[in-house]
């Protein structure tokens, strides 16, 4: 199968071959996945990322819009508003959405960890979790610089009111912790609401569903 938009670096060219009906049939690793409902952000988030994930989880909707979607993130975070995307189309979809953080769900890979189904958010032992407030920079005319200003105070509110949504936390509390980077544990991000809980193996999570 052909690969489509941006693909994390390290599984990129890799290939399994499966027996089906008689014939080998060859998947990238992705696309493979995929088969078992399963979407991996193992990247910085971008638009090319975004489009592809929307892709697969509108698919994964249209095949059985009952059956849960899991996605695994190792993300250093990324453009906002390709991660509110994503967000949004979780949120759109019927399906249950699963997330797990493994290494790093940074930024707005942390906003997309903790935007899962409530009860199915979780966190491998040796992952950590960090949030933050929204970083960038404008140039040109005073007045481009304003606008730009304007809009990064407004993504500010909109991925605070998210994370207050979702954490249970106040609008305060999340302003608050998040004013600088905020690094946690897994078992510090659980306490905070951010997941659901720490797993240690998959069978953990599958006693969830």
Do not use: W
């Not at 399963?38 to 929307?54: M, R, T």
């Not at 997330?99 to 790093?104: E, K, N």
């Not at 992952?127 to 481009?144: K, N």
């Not at 999340?174 to 659901?196: F, H, W």
Request: hydrophobic share 40%; net charge negative; proline share 2%.
């Amino acid at each position: 199968m052909r690969e489509i938009g941006s693909r994390a670096a390290q599984v990129q060219g890799v290939s399994v071959i499966e027996k089906e009906g008689g014939s080998l049939i060859q998947f990238d690793l992705l696309s493979r996945l995929l088969k078992d409902r399963i979407i991996f952000i193992g990247e910085q988030i971008s638009d090319p990322l975004a489009n592809y994930v929307i892709a697969q989880m509108l698919y994964l909707q249209m095949q059985d819009p009952s059956k849960d979607i899991s996605i695994y993130i190792n993300s250093p975070g990324g453009s906002v508003t390709a991660g509110l995307a994503i967000y949004d189309t979780m949120q759109f979809i019927s399906c249950d959405v699963n997330t797990y953080c493994m290494g790093m769900a940074a930024s707005m890979g942390s906003v997309l960890l903790t935007a899962g189904t409530k009860g199915k958010r979780f966190a491998l032992p040796n992952s950590h979790i960090m949030i933050h407030q929204v970083s960038g920079g404008a140039q040109g005319t005073a007045s481009d610089v304003e606008r730009t200003v304007e809009f990064m105070y407004s993504l500010k509110k909109r991925l605070n009111a998210i994370l207050a949504k979702h954490t249970g936390k106040t609008i305060e509390e999340i302003e608050r912790d998040s004013d600088r980077d905020n690094y946690m544990t897994a078992e510090e991000g659980a306490a905070y609401g951010l997941v659901d809980q720490v797993l240690v193996n998959k069978e953990d999570a599958d006693e969830k569903k």
